[in-house]
């Protein structure tokens, strides 16, 4: 039997881990972090893509009890003018729903559907490196223990620690020039309807909020700035500096973003932006590196943890149905890199429009009306949302009907 460790259980590690078991491959995940540590409980948006590979897992159950629907949003500018209305959801019929969740419950709630299987999780252990010959992969801990097995996933998030191990040339992850906080503000402040996404484009700074359907806001800021802070910077300032900075930057914009600060109940760490573009390798024959350690599009394509769960999927299919680990993994990358690069550059062109400025914040909002109307129901969006993996098959298409697994 082909054994495997996993190292990293935030979103790729405990997905992949359930997708090899389900390929009948003894795995086994190391994680730093104790299950006690959730790392900010910031949220995100699963799209119905990701939604559907865990589905494809037999997994979708695990995300229908958590958040709530997110399909749509529309897009509003500082001055307060609806600059328009976008999918963030799939059109085929027999698709999930895209969801917004907390990313620690997404993780917690994927941990135990893996432990649930059987899969053991070995919390508090770091990964330090890894190191292969023809047979096997080793990977060392701080702790002074190895692991060995046939195979490593490193799913150990964008600051990955083996990521140098498989690509030695790899850059380090480019800063997007913008530091993103997220907050929780109780009902009554908006009368926006929940399910919709509230995105404003401020005249400083950029401002997206959603309604839960008890009424209470989820929000985010992207605030830019153009030097990129030192490791643990911004973390660092308090939330009480934050709610004062971010109430002086989104004064003068048409809105409830000050309201909605004002009164935020939890103001969660800031973090600076980052995204990996491209790497030239994501395996050398028994490593490979899968979600945000291999590829990393800015938060806002909202698709990083889609992604990372359609890797686990591909990958998995691919070891059950190569000759050998490293065939497998040659066609891993080969299936997954056009997708999730054109999907990385289309983040890029948003976080641009994000942090416009004077005259090209102005041809901003005068465009994008025109824009989405173009692209309301674009191909591009349909390949972002309504991507299906099969797991029986071992295809992936892109389809606007109804599609059977
Ligand atoms: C502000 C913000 C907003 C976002 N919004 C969205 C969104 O709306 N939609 C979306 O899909 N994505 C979003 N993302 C991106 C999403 O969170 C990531 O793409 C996703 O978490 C990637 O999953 P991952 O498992 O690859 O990495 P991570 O979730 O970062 O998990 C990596 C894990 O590895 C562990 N680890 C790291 N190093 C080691 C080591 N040496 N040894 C052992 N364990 C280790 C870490 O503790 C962690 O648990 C957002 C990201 C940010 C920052």
Known sequence: MTTAWIVGAGIAGPATAIALHKAGIDVTVAERRHDTDDGGSSFLTLGSNGIDALTALDAGHVVTRLGFETPTLTLVSGTG?????????????????????????????????????????????????????????????ADGGEAVADLVVACDGIHSRLRRAVDPTAPPPAYTGLVGLAGYSPAGITDDRPGT???????????????APGGDVWWFANVPQPHEPGRGEVERVEPETWRARLVDLFARDAGPATRLVDAATEIMPASPMHTVPRLARWHDGRTVLIGDAAHAPSPSSGQGASLAIEDAVVLARALRDADDVPAALGAFEAARRRRVETIVRQAQRVNGSKAATGVVRVMRDLMLPWVLRATANSHALRETYDHHLSWQTGTDTVSTSGTSR
Not at 83 to 88: E, Q
Not at 197 to 211: D, E, L, W
């Open 197 to 211: 996404y509230r995105m404003i484009f401020g005249r400083r700074a950029f401002f997206g909020y959603a309604t």
């Open 81 to 141: 003018r609806v600059l328009g209305d976008s999918r963030t959801s799939a059109v085929r019929p027999d698709a999930p729903v895209s969801r917004t969740l907390r990313r620690p419950d997404l993780s917690a709630a994927l941990r135990a559907e893996a432990r649930a299987r059987g899969i053991t999780i070995e919390t508090g252990r770091v990964a330090t490196g890894v190191a292969r010959d023809d047979e096997c992969a080793r990977v060392r801990f």
